[in-house]
């Protein structure tokens, strides 16, 4: 997990530092809409390899932007969902969505 003495001074270059991927910006998108186990993530991100994924999980797992449960089960189910400062990310995602769109018609013939 990131301490705040090991971010950056601006803020922009802190919310890069913690979601300036491609991946991660996909893995918030689909979990906004709920909770979701790892082959869900895994069949939506089209491209991603599970050893990414997983890698991506738990990094955002240590900086408190996802939560991992697992059940005990047999097989174990585990299961990932946004913490509250992960939904916070929804406005950045929206802006993003509609900064895409507005791109895409602007670019149709």
Request: glycine share 6%; charged share 30%.
């Amino acid at each position: 997990m990131l301490k705040r003495y090991d971010l950056p001074a601006c803020p922009v270059e802190t919310a890069l530092t913690l979601m300036g991927d491609r991946w991660k910006l996909l893995i918030v998108r689909d979990l906004l809409t709920g909770t979701k186990r790892f082959g869900e993530l895994k069949k939506s991100l089209n491209g991603i390899s599970q050893k990414v994924l997983t890698q991506h999980l738990r990094i955002m797992e240590e900086n408190e932007l996802i939560c991992r449960e697992v059940f005990a089960e047999v097989p174990p189910r585990v299961e990932y969902s946004l913490t509250t400062l992960g939904e916070s990310l929804k406005t950045i995602h929206d802006a993003m969505w509609r900064w895409g769109e507005e791109y895409k018609e602007k670019l149709a013939p």
